[in-house]
Each structure stands twice: as C-alpha cells, then as structure tokens.
C-alpha cells in the first residue's frame, strides 16, 4: 500500500460507516494492515455487525497479543459469522479460547460447507491429542473436504493415538483420491514415529 492510499485508507476510517467499509476491506490484503489496530479494534466496537465483522476479519489476519482480547470478546457476537471469524483468528495464534466455538461449528455441522472445513483446519493448528475426538468424528464427514482437513489436522498430531485413527480411517475411505492421501500419511507417519 501506498502513501498515498494510507492516506485515503486513514480518511475512510475516520468518515461514515459506508466509507468505514471500504478502508476495512481495503486493508483486508494489505501488508500494513497491523499499523491500524487501534482504528480496526473502534471498528469493532461499532454496532453496524458489516463493520464489526470486517473489522474482526482484518483483526484475526494480523498475529498480535493486542488483537488477542478483541478476538475472545468477539467470540460472544450475536453474529455467528463474526464468532467463528473471531475464532480461527485466535486458531492461528493457538489462543484455547476458540477451541469450542471451532468444536460447535464442527459439531453442528452448519449448511456453511467452507465454515465446517476451516474450523476442521484451525483444530489443525493446535496439534493437540485432546481434539482427537472431535477430529475422529470429522474424518468420517460426508463431504469430501471436511474428511481431507480432519486427515490433514490428524497426521498433525503425531501420537500413537492419532496414527491409529488414521490408519482406521484409511481402510474406510472409499475415495481413491483420499485413499492415496491418508495412505501416504499413514505411512509417513509410519516411518518417523517407528510403529
């Protein structure tokens, strides 16, 4: 970004919701994004959920202890797109708080296909033999996405634990595409823990 479209950027932030908006979703993909923490985190104050939810979105980008408190608040929204925004930002900073917002839209199963997919992904990012339960559930999911993120999130945990439900998962995947990917973990898995 710019000078001049930091310049632009700070104007927006500081005009009407509509232009709010814009500078949000402006910084979304900007490299300067954590310049303006403080701004984004007024956003998320304010009651127009558009606002509040592109604000959480461009906050759960940026991997900072400020952010940290913002996202856990975000966390009891009204709205269940900023909940879960909120907790695959705290997800990528293994902030515990997200953990049963994730299990909740794993569990749930919404009719949001990507939602139940990411949250399978950001229970990934824990590496932790505690959500092997929920993962163990996931890798038998009906869409072949879900399935894929809960082999991927699974090989991630590298316990006996883990490489048993794999290798249980392994003889009941019917898709060959899967079967070759969690074949392929399995024996890697295989050889780097020695079983």
Avoid at 54 to 69: D, E, H, N, T
């Amino acid at each position: 970004m710019s000078n001049k479209e930091e310049t632009i950027v700070e104007k927006l932030l500081l005009n009407d919701n509509s232009q709010k908006i814009v500078a949000i979703f402006t910084l979304l993909y900007s490299s300067k994004k954590a310049l303006y923490i403080d701004e984004l985190i007024e956003c998320s104050k304010i009651s127009d959920e558009k606002i509040r939810q592109g604000a959480i979105m461009v906050l759960a980008k940026i991997r900072s202890k400020k952010v940290i408190p913002i996202l856990k608040k975000a966390l009891k929204d009204n709205c269940e797109g900023t909940r879960i925004i909120a907790a695959l930002g705290l997800a990528g900073q293994k902030e515990n708080s997200a953990i049963p917002t994730l299990k909740l839209v794993i569990k749930n199963d919404n009719k949001d296909h990507s939602t139940h997919k990411l949250a399978i992904e950001a229970l990934g990012f824990y590496q932790s033999e505690k959500l092997l339960p929920t993962l163990a559930v996931a890798i038998k999911h009906r869409r072949k996405a879900s399935r894929k993120n809960a082999m991927v999130a699974i090989s991630k945990i590298r316990t006996k634990k883990a490489f048993e439900i794999l290798k249980k998962a392994m003889t009941q995947e019917r898709n060959p595409e899967l079967q070759s990917k969690i074949s392929t973990m399995v024996n890697m898995m295989q050889r780097q823990l020695k079983y």
